[in-house]
């Protein structure tokens, strides 16, 4: 199974942006999918995740602010981030929870860079 993260680059603070990850493979289900992200210096930190039924759940950082949203049937989880800040950029990681057949199993992409210039 492989995630393949896109839509990182260059923001200005005030702006906004909108991540795609497609997972492709041997899939049978998807039980979430989500975003982490990890800023220099700094842990790796959830950022947003939706289960197949659509429960959503976000960092308090990003309360507000963004909004994820996920076609499973394509195999693709969106973020979308507004009001970004300086504090915002970070390597951000695309993550899915597969339900394989005996137990559920986390795989992730390589990360997308995100920088937000003040």
């Known amino acids: 199974v492989q995630l393949q993260a896109s839509g990182g680059g260059l923001v200005q603070s005030g702006g906004s942006l909108r991540l795609s990850c497609v997972a492709s493979g041997r899939i049978l289900s998807i039980n979430s999918m989500g975003w982490y992200r990890q800023a220099p210096g700094k842990e790796r930190e959830l950022v947003a995740s939706?289960?197949?039924?659509?429960?959503?759940n976000y960092a308090d950082s990003v309360k507000g602010r963004g909004t994820i949203s996920g076609e499973f049937g394509k195999n693709t989880v969106y973020l979308q981030v507004g009001s970004l800040k300086p504090d915002d950029t970070a390597v951000y990681y695309c993550?899915?929870?597969?339900?394989?057949?005996?137990?559920?199993?986390?795989?992730w992409g390589k990360g997308t860079q995100v920088t937000v210039s003040s």
């Open positions: 993550y899915a929870r597969l339900r394989e057949r005996w137990a559920l199993a986390d795989y």
């Open positions: 939706i289960t197949n039924g659509g429960n959503t």
